[in-house]
């Protein structure tokens, strides 16, 4: 099993930045594919991010493509998602999940095929 816990959010003017990061505990983290939702008062939680267990392959959503970067610390058992250029429409939750596995970038888009997850980090940006 794996425990997440998200930190990093908070509030923040439009054009501004935030680094949100997840803390896994557990065994195997270096195994598992990450991924980063959001979800927007009255919205279904979305895709934003996603990386493998290695590192190798990254995915986002078009809504964040060139302005959100996400990567991971295998040592430190963490993953980060840097936010730059934000937007009023970025405000939501941001939860970071985890699974093995996942072998396609399709899959690793959808919330539903991960198993572990955090318990989100609220990020707010006024305009």
């Known amino acids: 099993q794996v425990h997440l816990v998200e930190s990093g959010g908070g509030l923040v003017q439009a054009g501004g930045s935030l680094r949100l990061s997840c803390a896994a505990s557990?065994?195997?983290?270096?195994?598992?594919?990450m991924g980063w939702f959001r979800q927007a008062p009255g919205k279904e939680r979305e895709f934003a991010a996603a990386?493998?267990?290695?590192?190798?392959?990254?995915h986002y959503a078009d809504s964040v493509k060139g302005r959100f970067t996400v990567s991971r610390d295998n040592a430190k058992s963490t993953v980060y998602l840097q936010m730059d250029s934000l937007k009023p429409e970025d405000t939501a939750v941001y939860s970071c999940?985890?699974?093995?596995?996942?072998?396609?970038?399709?899959?690793?888009?959808?919330?539903?095929?991960?198993?572990?997850w955090g318990q989100g980090t609220q990020v707010t940006v006024s305009s």
């Open positions: 999940a985890a699974q093995i596995g996942l072998a396609s970038a399709y899959v690793r888009r959808s919330p539903n095929r991960y198993t572990y």
């Open positions: 557990g065994r195997l983290f270096s195994s598992y594919t």
């Open positions: 990386i493998t267990w290695s590192g190798g392959a990254t």
